[in-house]
């Protein structure tokens, strides 16, 4: 039956094979290759394999599969980057021909060689102790040792060309999403985004000898995982982690212990919020101190106005005339932004502002980028205060693959938990929810799924957006 379903698939995509299946005759195994090839290249056909990791089940028929069906780096388009400085478009072809470039698109840590860089190479070739580019960086890094790494072992080569992957030693300050490019032919392929974090726990080690151990582990940590980071809380001086969910979090307090020997200590997961504002507000900031020796003197009036959502910080110069210098403009942005790291209502990071910067005053003698960066920020918090701040929360894209019997117990679950359903379809034999819910109801969730529908439903989530609190939640957050 399965080989039927295969020969039907693959008849669809080949004229010549559909003549031969109708008059029932044999099909070779290297034509239903060929026909598969074709139609995976083409989007019409997904090969799904079986397996399990455990004993390494199918992994061989895997690896096949990938050489058969799978589009080499001719199969596709050619790479398009941005040349840097003259901000146009560049097209390298798979070729080793061709100006060497390449995507960081992995950082490990490994406890023989130090650092490793993977690389996948779009075009040209690369030689152990070449000299290249680091685009992101704008730094030269110097190639010192090239490896194709196996699952469980690694070999050394001396060159690697284009389509290959290999990992580089001796790169300083590579990190994912980097671009690595000859010299004297720079390019900026398209780099990852990564989404902020949206939950946080306080770690720290077991005991006084893992202290520094486990700051250094971290940081490596957080150099192979763009989405994971690593902050000191300045008020309570704890470490904080933050991750994409509680299971990111998990994994990392279990590498640190078994890979790291480190073990630590862990806090309840706590939601990162952040805040906004919703009406316009104009502010001034002043900070003046005229008592002889070092003096300052600096004044400056901002208007703040919501962004877009997603929008970040929007900042415009209004300034007319020459009121304030230019060279303190920097120090004015600087101001404004180093404000919105705290928020007027519990002191979350701010987010979607636009600023205007309308007017100020400066002095021949006592000005100074220290007097306009904390008038800046002066005026800043003041304008938030006036702006009708609020909290916002992070919202997950929740799906939840469930029995068709248990559907209305998912569904009531959610509910409760502030969701809002975006809609249900078939696949399979099974029903799936789509739902969107705040990441602050979602803890412990895998386990009241599991007993509500028998352990046989499953569920992935992934952050959406952030959305303003409701007001009854957002008293209960700020009377903490």
Request: aromatic share 4%.
């Given at each position: 039956r399965?080989?039927?379903a295969?020969?039907?698939?693959?008849?669809?995509?080949?004229?010549?094979?559909?003549?031969?299946?109708?008059?029932g005759?044999?099909?070779?195994?290297?034509?239903?290759?060929?026909?598969?090839?074709?139609?995976?290249?083409r989007?019409?056909?997904?090969?799904?394999?079986?397996?399990a990791?455990?004993?390494?089940?199918?992994?061989?028929?895997?690896?096949?599969?990938?050489?058969?069906?799978?589009?080499?780096?001719?199969?596709?388009?050619?790479?398009?980057?941005?040349?840097?400085?003259?901000d146009?478009?560049?097209?390298r072809?798979?070729?080793?021909?061709?100006?060497?470039?390449?995507?960081?698109?992995?950082?490990?840590?490994?406890?023989?060689?130090?650092?490793?860089?993977?690389?996948r190479?779009y075009?040209?070739?690369?030689?152990?102790?070449?000299?290249?580019?680091?685009?992101?960086?704008?730094?030269k890094?110097?190639?010192?040792?090239?490896?194709?790494?196996?699952?469980?072992?690694?070999?050394?080569?001396?060159?690697v060309?284009?389509?290959?992957?290999?990992?580089?030693?001796?790169?300083?300050?590579?990190?994912?999403?980097?671009?690595?490019?000859?010299?004297?032919?720079?390019?900026l392929?398209?780099?990852?985004?990564?989404?902020?974090?949206?939950?946080?726990?306080?770690?720290?080690?077991?005991?006084?000898?893992?202290?520094?151990?486990?700051?250094?582990?971290?940081?490596?940590?957080?150099?192979?995982?763009?989405?994971?980071?690593?902050?000191i809380?300045?008020?309570?001086?704890q470490?904080?982690?933050?991750?994409?969910?509680?299971?990111?979090?998990?994994?990392?307090?279990?590498?640190?212990?078994?890979?790291f020997?480190?073990?630590?200590?862990v806090?309840?997961?706590?939601?990162?919020?952040?805040?906004?504002?919703?009406?316009?507000?104009?502010?001034?900031?002043s900070?003046?101190?005229?008592?002889?020796?070092?003096?300052?003197?600096?004044?400056?009036?901002?208007?703040?106005?919501p962004?877009?959502?997603?929008?970040?910080?929007?900042?415009?110069?209004?300034?007319?005339?020459?009121?304030?210098?230019?060279?303190?403009?920097?120090?004015?942005r600087?101001?404004?932004?180093?404000?919105?790291?705290?928020?007027?209502?519990?002191?979350y990071?701010?987010?979607d502002?636009?600023?205007?910067?309308?007017?100020?005053?400066?002095?021949?003698?006592?000005?100074?980028?220290?007097?306009f960066?904390?008038?800046?920020?002066?005026?800043?918090?003041?304008?938030?205060?006036?702006?009708?701040?609020?909290?916002?929360?992070?919202?997950?894209?929740?799906?939840?693959?469930?029995?068709?019997?248990?559907?209305?117990?998912?569904?009531?679950d959610?509910?409760?938990?502030?969701?809002?359903?975006?809609?249900?379809?078939?696949?399979?034999?099974s029903?799936?929810?789509?739902?969107?819910?705040?990441?602050?109801?979602?803890?412990?969730?895998?386990?009241?799924?599991?007993?509500m529908?028998?352990?046989?439903?499953?569920?992935?989530?992934?952050?959406?957006?952030?959305?303003?609190?409701?007001?009854?939640?957002?008293n209960?957050?700020?009377?903490?």
């Open positions: 399965a080989r039927e295969v020969l039907e698939a693959v008849s669809d995509i080949d004229e010549a094979l559909l003549t031969k299946y109708l008059a005759e044999s099909i070779a195994v290297d034509e239903i290759r060929k026909a598969l090839r074709v139609g995976t290249l989007n019409r056909i997904v090969p799904v394999l079986c397996g990791s455990f004993k390494n089940r199918g992994v061989q028929p895997l690896l096949d599969a990938v050489v058969d069906f799978l589009p080499s780096p001719l199969d596709i388009s050619a790479v398009e980057g941005i040349v840097p400085k003259k146009v478009t560049e097209v072809m798979p070729d080793d021909k061709e100006p060497f470039s390449a995507l960081v698109f992995k950082i490990m840590s490994d406890k023989h060689v130090g650092s490793l860089a993977f690389i190479v075009s040209g070739q690369l030689k152990i102790g070449d000299q290249v580019l680091n685009v992101g960086t704008g730094r890094e110097r190639v010192g040792r090239l490896l194709r790494m196996h699952a469980n072992k690694r070999e050394e080569i001396d060159t060309y284009a389509g290959d992957i290999a990992a580089v030693v001796g790169l300083k300050d590579a990190v994912t999403g980097h671009t690595l490019s000859a010299i004297h032919k720079p390019i392929l398209e780099s990852m985004e990564f989404p902020e974090p949206v939950i946080s726990i306080a770690i720290e080690s077991k005991t006084q000898a893992d202290l520094d151990r486990l700051a250094a582990s971290l940081t490596r940590l957080a150099q192979e995982d763009p989405s994971f980071r690593v902050r809380d300045e008020e309570t001086g470490t904080i982690i933050s991750g994409m969910g509680e299971l990111h979090l998990e994994i990392i307090v279990d590498r640190l212990l078994r890979e020997g480190v073990d630590a200590n806090g309840r997961p706590q939601v990162a919020y952040k805040e906004t504002i919703t009406s316009p507000a104009t502010a001034e900031g900070y003046i101190r005229q008592t002889g020796g070092n003096n300052d003197f600096g004044v400056v009036k901002l208007e703040v106005a962004g877009k959502r997603g929008s970040g910080f929007v900042w415009e110069n209004k300034l007319k005339g020459s009121s304030i210098p230019r060279a303190f403009h920097a120090a004015i600087q101001g404004c932004e180093d404000a919105l790291q705290s928020g007027e209502l519990c002191g990071p701010v987010m502002v636009h600023v205007t910067l309308l007017d100020g005053q400066a002095h021949e003698e006592d000005s100074s980028e220290r007097s960066t904390i008038a800046a920020s002066l005026a800043m918090k003041e304008a938030l205060h006036n702006a009708s701040p609020v909290l916002l929360e992070p919202v997950m894209k929740v799906e939840v693959v469930t029995p068709e019997e248990f559907v209305g117990a998912v569904q009531g959610l509910n409760s938990r502030r969701g809002q359903l975006l809609g249900i379809e078939m696949r399979g034999n029903q799936v929810i789509q739902a969107e819910v705040p990441l602050s109801k979602m803890f412990g969730y895998v386990n009241s799924l599991r007993s529908t028998q352990g046989r439903a499953t569920y992935t989530m992934q952050f959406s957006t952030y959305v303003e609190v409701p007001t009854a939640v957002a209960e957050i700020l009377n903490r």
